[in-house]
């Protein structure tokens, strides 16, 4: 079992920036992926940012020079620094973690971007 905890969200304007973290406790030995969803009102779930346990990160097209994930492995915990941010990043950021074929996930976070 793995437990994860994001915050960081909040209200910022467009052009602005937010940094969320997710913390991770349980058996956090065996997760082999860790990513970062968003879910827009009436949207799907999408992929924003996956890392490996290797350290390899894969952005969404949409975020791609302006999100940055990155983790400090000694606190477990994961981070989505997020720049130039848009009224079209406006979601429910969720934290994600692999463990084998078991994807855990945390309870959201919401990030909304005002025009």
């Known amino acids: 079992q793995v437990q994860l905890v994001e915050s960081g969200g909040g209200l910022v304007q467009a052009g602005g920036s937010l940094r969320l973290s997710c913390a991770a406790s349980g058996s956090i030995f065996s997760i082999n992926v860790m990513g970062w969803y968003r879910q827009a009102p009436g949207k799907q779930r999408e992929l924003v940012a996956a890392?490996?346990?290797?350290?390899?990160?894969n952005y969404a097209d949409s975020v791609k020079g302006r999100f940055t994930s990155s983790r400090d492995s000694a606190k477990n915990t994961v981070y989505l620094q997020m720049n130039s941010l848009k009224p079209e990043d406006t979601a429910v950021y969720y934290c994600?973690?692999?463990?084998?074929?078991?994807?855990?996930w945390g309870q959201g976070t919401q990030v909304t971007v005002s025009s």
């Open positions: 994600s973690a692999n463990q084998g074929s078991v994807r855990y």
């Open positions: 890392t490996t346990r290797g350290g390899s990160t």
